[in-house]
């Protein structure tokens, strides 16, 4: 493996360290927060109940597995464990794809949309919270565009991109 040598290297300056820590500190926490209020409310993860989410939007409350898989920036891998434990509980089922017989759909069944309903509230009460409660509105509007940015910075655009949704 080779390196760069070390002359080549952009150092973070003191500032940025400090910047980069308390980010990676935040979202930690952050996560963390959200993770455990929605494991106690609800027994699942976040992640779980950004799928749920996903599909109560999606039109007829189903998606294409690769679809899921693209807007959770999760692997396939991952998605299939997750709807299959979501299947187990009820709140999910897999369709085949009427379109492509070698694809899937995920459907939000009526159970997952109840459950998706009552721990909403909570789930939002949780965010606001942790953050919108937490800044001032410039600072809300701020952190918007600033994440706006880092997001339009690493999505890749050119085709055969390492994407997780296609591993």
């Not at 976040?46 to 599909?55: C, E, F, K, N």
């Not at 189903?62 to 709807?83: D, F, G, P, Q, W």
């Not at 997952?112 to 409660?133: E, I, M, N, W």
Request: proline fraction near 5%; aromatic fraction near 6%; include cysteine.
């Amino acid at each position: 493996m080779t390196t760069a040598p070390a002359d080549d290297t952009r150092w973070l300056t003191d500032e940025e360290q400090r910047i980069w820590r308390a980010y990676m500190h935040a979202v930690t926490l952050l996560e963390d927060h959200l993770d455990r209020q929605l494991q106690r409310d609800a027994g699942m993860p976040h992640v779980y109940y950004g799928l749920l989410v996903q599909l109560a939007e999606a039109p007829q409350r189903r998606l294409r597995m690769t679809e899921l898989a693209m807007r959770a920036k999760i692997t396939r891998s991952r998605l299939s464990h997750a709807v299959a434990r979501l299947e187990k509980n009820g709140w999910v089922r897999r369709e085949d794809c009427p379109s492509d017989k070698r694809g899937q759909l995920a459907v939000l069944t009526e159970q997952g949309y109840a459950v998706l309903s009552d721990t909403a509230p909570g789930h939002v009460a949780a965010v606001r919270q942790a953050l919108f409660d937490r800044l001032t509105p410039e600072q809300q509007k701020s952190l918007g565009e600033i994440m706006s940015i880092i997001a339009e910075g690493l999505q890749p655009s050119e085709a055969g991109a390492d994407l997780p949704w296609l591993r």
